[in-house]
């Protein structure tokens, strides 16, 4: 039987991996700067091997954060934290969506675009590509 990783250890594996595009460093060069291999580092960012205290202090001093930053937006565990299931898949989505090298690529050329009116064309534009995909997926 295959273990799912725990959702705090894919949060907080996905922030690093966040943090790490957007600072433009490698896995490897995480890696080295932390004694290890990329395929460790590889396994951190996907919450397959849970990150312990000290090394998320070493991780938050080579990413230039605090170790807070890491579990921000993290699902909560407790039932009564539960009622804002919906905001926090929806923040969640934003993280993974971030956390990928297009996410960031597209969130850098856009915020580098200064007249809005541009960006509204750009933001029409790929509602208009996204709308087109999903007649296309109805009609198949």
């Known amino acids: 039987m295959k273990k799912t990783p725990d959702p705090i250890d894919r949060h907080v594996g996905s922030r690093v ?4 595009i957007l600072m433009k460093m490698s896995q ?3 890696g080295d700067a932390l004694g290890l291999t990329f395929q460790q580092v590889q396994k951190y960012e996907k919450g397959l091997n849970r990150i312990g205290a000290s090394r998320l202090q070493q991780i938050s001093k080579t990413l230039n954060v605090p170790p807070s930053f890491f579990f921000e937006g993290a699902p909560s565990l407790t ?3 539960n009622a804002g299931f919906a905001e926090e898949s929806s923040s969640q989505y934003v993280v993974d969506f ?5 996410g960031l690529h597209l969130n850098r050329a856009f915020a580098r675009i200064r007249d809005p009116k541009v960006r509204k064309r750009v933001l029409d534009l790929v509602t208009t590509l996204a709308d087109g995909e999903e007649t296309a997926d109805a009609g198949a």
């Open 17 to 20: 991996r966040m943090q790490r």
């Open 28 to 30: 490897e060069k995480l």
């Open 79 to 81: 039932p009564s934290e």
């Open 98 to 102: 971030l956390s990928t090298a297009e």
